[in-house]
């Protein structure tokens, strides 16, 4: 199994470009996440999806959208890309264990600078 | 919502010293509370959670401990070695949301 994936692994945009940043899990996993990673911030939660067809704002959704067309991919779209976004996104999958609660699995990450 | 304080930001000792990192989170509701560990250009990986109805919990060298009154809980990493050296985030989820809730992480450099 190749478990989380994304593409592109690096990019360079311009202000104002748009771009569409993918995710694919092989683990059959219901949920999925997207997180941003700043210095000395942690990881910060921009959108989530907890099935096929359904997304959630998280910590930090502005400028940022969202699709969960298939089970396996979750996209995150940036419509107009500003110097602010300029940070590493890590997309996430979980399963559920009983009681709810459940570990979550990181891909390797994508490095966004937006001059 | 949910917050999480992580501290120390920083943390260096010798290789065969401990290690505690110890974080705080603010909702009462909270039930999980995994730690991962992030090497340098590398993916969060998890290293150790523990569930609300659990005070403790050991994997050979690493250790998580969980006061549920007091809504903190701490990471001891014994007998560091210089592979333990990453930056290590704790997080949080409360029983409510599917999402973690992390802290803002912490750098532990053990010195061979």
């Known amino acids: 199994n190749a478990g989380v994936t994304q593409t592109p692994k690096f990019r360079v945009l311009k202000t104002g470009q748009s771009m569409t940043l993918l995710c694919a899990q092989d683990?059959?996993?219901?949920?999925m996440y997207w997180y941003r990673q700043d210095p000395g911030m942690g990881l910060r939660l921009i959108h989530y999806?907890?099935?096929?067809?359904?997304?959630a704002k998280g910590e930090v959704p502005d400028g940022y959208n969202v699709s969960r067309l298939k089970k396996q991919n979750f996209l995150l779209g940036l419509e107009s890309a500003a110097p602010s976004q300029t940070s590493v996104y890590f997309c996430?999958?979980?399963?559920?264990?009983?009681?709810?609660?459940?570990?979550?699995?990181f891909g390797p990450g994508t490095r966004l600078t937006v001059t | 919502g949910e917050n999480v304080e992580q501290h120390p930001s920083t943390l260096s000792v010798q290789e065969g010293d401990s290690a505690v990192i110890k974080c705080t989170y603010s909702?009462?509701?909270?039930?999980?509370f995994p730690w991962y560990k992030q090497e340098l250009g590398k993916r969060p990986q998890l290293i150790i959670d523990?569930?609300?109805?659990?005070g403790e919990k050991k994997d050979q060298r690493i250790a998580v401990t969980l006061n549920k009154t007091a809504k903190h809980f701490s990471l001891h990493i014994t007998e560091t070695q210089p592979e333990d050296s990453a930056v290590y985030f704790c997080?949080?989820?409360?029983?409510?949301?599917?999402?973690?809730?992390f802290g803002s992480g912490t750098r532990l450099q053990v010195q061979p």
């Open positions: 997080a949080s989820r409360w029983t409510g949301r599917r999402a973690l809730t």
């Open positions: 683990m059959n996993h219901e949920y």
């Open positions: 909702d009462s509701a909270s039930n999980y």
């Open positions: 996430a999958s979980s399963y559920s264990r009983s009681g709810g609660q459940e570990e979550q699995y």
């Open positions: 999806s907890v099935g096929e067809g359904t997304t």
């Open positions: 523990i569930r609300s109805n659990v």
